[in-house]
């Protein structure tokens, strides 16, 4: 069996790391590239680096940010947000991430997944899906889920097992899943979608939205398919630490790096 992952996420807003609830009511959690730092030398597997408002505010990632959290760090490194056209994800590479991470330009231009894995390669290309119940709509959506683009701001109407299907047939290595409806709530992980989504697509699933506790990464490694688990609050403000829960899983019988 593959070793689960282990991920931490920067929320970016204005130069510094930021977490909300549902996508909004974003706090300050500090300075990304110290957290960066710290949480390679705890033993992270990765970093996910997220410019929440490049899209909505329609300009490109903090290259420079990427250049310095780069420089701070020895693990893989993926980066999203902004990201529109080849030549985006290049200027990116080029500052030190390893993987690119898009959602609402892929949705927009599905074609993007293509251009990108034929360039850089299917492993270098994360798509990341913000998804949320659509309450009475399985008439519609089959799933009862649907895809949100512009950071949560907009219902695309796209099924999610359809959308992910599609993004997996155009050439994406893996799917960065993120639950609207658990996202900052230290519930637990969305165990229902996210057992859908890795049913459904052969690629690594790494589950987003709700970690509380130590004990909501063994629930979705335990009963989802899920490769990866991504947290932010909890490690930024320190209610849990990455060798502790390291340690937890391994007595858990987990297989983690």
Not at 1 to 20: E, F
Not at 168 to 197: K, Q, Y
Not at 232 to 252: C, E, M, Q
């Amino acid at each position: 069996m593959l070793k689960k992952r282990i991920i931490p996420c920067l929320d970016i807003l204005n130069g510094r790391t930021v977490k909300g609830v549902h996508f909004v009511d974003l706090r300050d959690a500090g300075d990304p590239v110290e957290l960066a730092g710290k949480y390679a030398s705890q033993g992270a597997d990765e970093l996910v680096f997220l410019d929440i408002t490049a899209t909505v505010e329609k300009r490109k990632t903090l290259v420079k940010l990427v250049e310095r959290i780069a420089l701070a760090i020895d693990i893989p490194f993926t980066v999203g947000g902004g990201i529109s056209t080849v030549a985006d994800a290049s200027e990116l590479i080029k500052a030190g991430a390893d993987k690119i991470s898009i959602n609402s330009a892929a949705v927009r231009r599905p074609e993007l997944i293509a251009q990108l894995a034929g360039n850089f390669g299917s492993q270098c290309v994360v798509v990341a899906v913000d998804t949320r119940t659509c309450g009475p709509c399985t008439d519609r959506l089959p799933s009862g889920y649907t895809v949100y683009v512009d950071g949560g701001r907009t219902d695309t109407g796209l099924d999610t097992l359809n959308w992910v299907r599609k993004a997996r047939d155009l050439g994406a290595g893996e799917i960065l899943l993120t639950s609207m409806d658990h996202d900052g709530t230290r519930n637990g992980f969305a165990l229902e979608i996210t057992s859908l989504v890795t049913r459904s697509v052969s690629v690594p699933v790494i589950a987003s939205g709700g970690a509380g506790n130590m004990e909501h990464f063994w629930d979705v490694f335990r009963e989802t398919g899920a490769g990866g688990a991504l947290a932010a609050g909890i490690f930024h403000y320190g209610d849990v630490s990455i060798p502790a829960l390291k340690n937890y899983l391994k007595t858990r019988q987990i297989p983690i790096r």
